[in-house]
């Protein structure tokens, strides 16, 4: 069945320590990649996005996502994790050939370490 | 820009009244979508608009779900009647077609009693 897989649902790290979230899709073409962060009783901010071209894809707040097409995945990254990205980080799809229907994965829930 | 505007941003209802969520799309877009959150099933596309014209409803759990959008700058969400399952937070996204910039309102949070 066509999904987006995050098979994390809580990840804790430290202040100041590297961060990589998980994001799998089951498409039959590659679809177009998101990241969105949803903070506690706000709504969803995008990250980045992949629709084509270089594979390493920079977004705001110093994330950066890498496509791989050959896993089918696009994991998020941040280098240097701040306690204020405490927050959920949803991927979404938009499936190839289609009109615009964003699909979101289950969500993976961060705390952060001081 | 004023981003996309919801209203009301808490609703609590007693079962079986209608209730009317608003959403308000930023200039411009015209594509705007429907979403339901819930701790069970995460967010869910409940329905969503390409110039005012509904494209895809298929999320929309039953009839008691409508969703109308009269003009470019407007679209409801209505539930009638309404039971303590449809608590959740709705929220309502806008998009420049074909381009895949979707922004998000804060949403509406709903409480069925």
């Known amino acids: 069945a066509q999904s987006v897989t995050q098979p994390d649902i809580h990840i804790t790290v430290s202040e100041g320590a590297s961060l990589e979230l998980r994001c799998n899709y089951s498409y039959g073409a590659t679809p177009y990649l998101f990241w969105y962060v949803q903070s506690p009783g706000q709504g969803l901010q995008l990250l980045l996005k992949?629709?084509?071209?270089?594979?390493l894809v920079q977004g705001i707040k110093g994330f950066e996502a890498e496509f791989k097409r050959s896993q089918s995945s696009f994991n998020l990254r941040k280098p240097s994790v701040h306690w204020s990205d405490a927050a959920e980080y949803f991927c979404?799809?938009?499936?190839?050939?289609?009109?615009?229907?964003?699909?979101f994965g289950q969500g993976t829930t961060l705390q952060v370490k001081p | 820009d004023a981003g996309v505007i919801q209203s009301p941003r808490h609703e609590v209802t007693e079962m079986g009244q209608e209730v009317t969520l608003r959403c308000k799309p930023i200039s411009g877009h015209n594509s705007l979508f429907w979403y339901r959150q819930t701790m069970m099933r995460g967010l869910e596309l409940l329905i969503y608009?390409?110039?005012?014209?509904?494209?895809?409803d298929s999320g929309m759990p039953e009839d008691r779900f409508s969703a109308k959008m009269p003009n470019a700058s407007f679209s409801t969400l209505k539930i009638q009647p309404s039971e303590p399952r449809d608590s959740a937070v709705y929220f309502c996204?806008?998009?420049?077609?074909?381009?895949?910039?979707?922004?998000f309102g804060s949403g509406t949070r709903l409480t069925v009693v």
């Open positions: 979404a799809v938009v499936p190839s050939g289609n009109t615009g229907k964003l699909i």
């Open positions: 996204a806008s998009s420049p077609q074909g381009t895949w910039g979707y922004t």
């Open positions: 992949y629709f084509s071209g270089d594979t």
């Open positions: 608009f390409n110039n005012n014209v509904p494209i895809d």
